[in-house]
């Protein structure tokens, strides 16, 4: 049984920083892709980061350079560091587990960032 429990959201003064952490149970980062994932107020939810099984990430543009995600394989968990964030940042942020092709979620975490 997969459990992606996150936290860390909260509101931010634009420029700030943030991080993230899902808890992961039921979940084997030598096999699973593991991901953050976000949604705007009326937008579809969309990629923030991804790690892969190799421990290589990808990030949108939009991120790129302010966002890391990181695994700590000993503590199970993932984690999202946000940094000069901006208002269009503001969203639910999802973590997401992706194995031969199924997709778990998380409940998702509240970030606002104000300017």
Known sequence: QVQLVESGGALVQAGGSLRLSCSV??????????GWYRQA???QRMVAALIFVNGGTTYPDSVKGRFTISRDIAHNTV??????LK????????????????AYWGQGTQVTVSS
Not at 87 to 93: A, K, L, N, S, W
């Open 41 to 43: 107020p009326g937008k």
């Open 79 to 84: 984690s999202l560091q946000m940094n000069s």
């Open 25 to 34: 149970s039921g979940g084997d980062f030598r096999t699973d892709t593991m």
């Open 87 to 102: 208002p269009e940042d503001t969203g639910v942020y999802y973590c997401n587990l992706r194995r031969s092709g199924v």
